[in-house]
């Protein structure tokens, strides 16, 4: 990981269910389409739910952060895939991970520095691929080792209303995206 560490952190206290603002750094379109084959069919293998692949930038529980000073630092965002990767959580079950550069990480900690911020995780790069163990991924494993071959250009953060926990594909299905912020046009 960078070296780039912050200080100011809050970790969220969960009630049974809190409400998020979740703010996500979305790939470019070109590159997003390459994420959402892949996300697709695995959703349709799972009858499960088709979701935006998304970066978890960061979350908040009810105000609106000054984002100019964090959009600026993301201009030209560019990272590169390191793995594809599973875990036993619902949602980073399969996910590609990114290299965390100084140029995210310091955008990470201007977010973090906006009054208000919330975290329940440390922070590790990723899009998720699906939700849920994959019913079968061998049957696209090309597509998704296709993935790691070129960087991912991030060009907008989007914020995400989102209901905690996140454990069944009912809940995500009550994501309501509330603003979208294009990082390219920023000055």
């Known amino acids: 990981m960078g070296s780039l560490i912050c200080e100011r952190s809050i970790r969220l206290g969960m009630s049974d269910r809190d409400t998020i603002i979740a703010y996500w750094l979305l790939p470019a379109l070109d590159h997003a389409a390459r994420f959402q084959r892949v996300v697709d069919k695995l ?38 895939p390191t793995e594809v990767a599973e875990t036993a959580s619902f949602t980073m079950s399969l996910f590609v991970r990114f290299e965390p550069t100084e140029q995210l990480l310091q955008a990470r900690c201007a977010l973090e520095a906006c009054p208000g911020f919330r975290t329940s995780r440390d922070f590790d790069p990723h899009i ?58 920023v000055s």
């Open 43 to 80: 959703a349709d293998q799972q009858c499960g739910v088709r979701f935006l692949p998304h970066l978890s930038f960061g979350s908040f529980l009810d105000n609106k952060p000054d984002l100019s000073g964090v959009l600026q630092l993301l201009c030209g965002l560019e990272l590169r």
């Open 128 to 185: 998720s691929l699906c939700y849920g163990a994959p019913v079968n991924k061998g049957a696209i494993q090309r597509e998704i080792n296709a993935l790691l071959d070129q960087p991912v250009l991030f060009d907008r953060l989007v914020a995400t209303e989102i209901s905690l926990p996140v454990e069944s594909y009912d809940d995500i299905k009550l994501w309501q995206q509330r603003a979208e912020y294009p990082i390219e046009s």
